[in-house]
């Protein structure tokens, strides 16, 4: 059953520690979810919102967001891609993730993914403190 997280977050304490402040920055109302896209910039003085991939961008290292004429964001990575809705891959490698959107296989058997549960307006649908609930039972499960 594939975990959120590789075997090497067992013995990686700098990623067992950014899971923890991605977790404690979804729950910690700095944040806006928003559905789609990594980050997109609202008008009218209204915060940006975010998926809860684009708040583990943020947090790895804001200086790294391009803004768009239309008001979207795009991550710039290390190796000069540029993402919009999953994670680049230098992130995904520094917190020890499977993969770019947050695979991981559910209590039902199923493989699901933290898009999904960022993005789904009906089934499966979480809010970023449901999010936080689940990277931490994975991460748990993954360091146990």
């Known amino acids: 059953m594939p975990n959120m997280f590789t075997a090497e977050i067992r013995t990686n304490q700098a990623a067992q520690a ?6 404690a ?6 944040y806006v979810q928003g559905l789609g896209v990594l980050r997109i910039s609202t008008s009218g003085g209204n915060p940006d919102t975010y998926c809860c ?6 947090r790895h290292d804001n200086s790294r967001w391009i803004l768009y004429d239309n008001g979207s964001f795009g991550y ?12 680049p891959p230098d992130i995904s490698q520094a917190l020890c993730l499977e993969d770019s959107d947050g695979n991981y296989t559910g209590d039902d058997g199923q493989i699901h993914n ?6 789904s307006m009906v089934t499966n649908s979480l809010s970023f403190d449901g999010i936080a609930d689940l990277i931490e ?3 748990a499960l993954a360091i146990s």
């Open 137 to 139: 039972k994975e991460l």
């Open 53 to 58: 991939l684009g708040v583990l961008c943020d």
């Open 76 to 87: 710039e990575s290390l190796d000069s891609g540029i993402y919009y809705t999953v994670l």
């Open 114 to 119: 933290l898009i999904e549960h960022n993005d």
């Open 18 to 23: 950014q899971a923890h402040g991605w977790a």
């Open 25 to 30: 920055a979804l729950r910690s109302g700095d």
